[in-house]
């Protein structure tokens, strides 16, 4: 079953606008992973935050996390035609699982970026 | 460093078989996990191989199987394939437990 929601489903914006999604979840989390998938084909992994980080950077993106609200965002800064694909959020509940590595991904949002 | 390697890309199976996908992580990677994606149900979890046991399961039936081999290899097995078994099926390794997953390309399997 899918942890949570993505929101919003699509989102088409103009090259060198910022990308903002949005991801919420169910259940206590170790961490939450970002993914992006190009066409159906394989996830590329984006970026990390742990359940005690807040802020998370790398390059353009800017990843957030609150605990209280089971919720994330990415940021994706001056958005470029090469961004658009769809994006997800895993998280990963390690201690509720008893042990391993078990994504719950959400729904996904799928960007396009506009020349 | 390679990649995760997926193969095939892509198959085409009649109703009743069985087919086998096989994924080879990353160097030095120990943990692979095997996810279905599909149109209406999304990435859906299948199971997780830690040095060669199955750790966790996803809610699949039975027909749905894998191993893993010394080498970290796994392949994943579906028996009497249904049409709604048509999916991307995608393999994921990660070098230990609460670290990042590398995805492979995806196998592409359609069941007419």
């Known amino acids: 079953s899918q942890q949570g929601e993505e929101d919003p489903q699509a989102l088409s914006i103009q090259e060198g606008e910022n990308a903002t999604m949005n991801c919420s979840y169910k259940t206590s989390i170790n961490n939450l992973q970002w993914y992006r998938q190009n066409s159906g084909r394989g996830l590329v992994h984006l970026i990390l935050i742990r359940s005690n980080e807040r802020e998370k950077h790398s390059g353009r993106l800017r990843v957030t996390l609150d605990t209280s609200k089971k919720s994330s965002s990415l940021l994706i800064t001056a958005s470029r035609a090469a961004d658009t694909a769809s994006y997800f959020c895993?998280?990963?509940?390690?201690?509720?699982?008893?042990?391993?590595?078990?994504?719950?991904f959400g729904t996904g949002t799928q960007l396009k970026v506009e020349l | 460093k390679a990649g995760v390697t997926q193969t095939p890309r892509y198959l085409i199976k009649t109703r009743g078989q069985q087919v086998t996908l096989s994924c080879s992580p990353i160097s030095g990677h120990r943990s692979v996990s095997w996810y279905q994606q599909t149109p209406g149900q999304g990435l859906q979890f299948l199971f997780e191989?830690?040095?060669?046991?199955?750790?966790n399961k996803g809610n699949f039936p039975g027909r749905f199987s894998g191993r893993q081999f010394s080498n970290s290899r796994s392949e994943m097995n579906v028996s009497t394939l249904e049409l709604g078994d048509s999916a991307l099926y995608l393999c994921?390794?990660?070098?230990?437990?609460?670290?990042?997953?590398?995805f492979g390309q995806g196998t592409r399997l359609t069941v007419v």
């Open positions: 994921a390794s990660s070098l230990g437990t609460i670290t990042e997953a590398f």
């Open positions: 191989y830690f040095s060669e046991t199955q750790r």
């Open positions: 895993a998280t990963d509940s390690y201690i509720l699982t008893g042990g391993g590595n078990k994504l719950t």
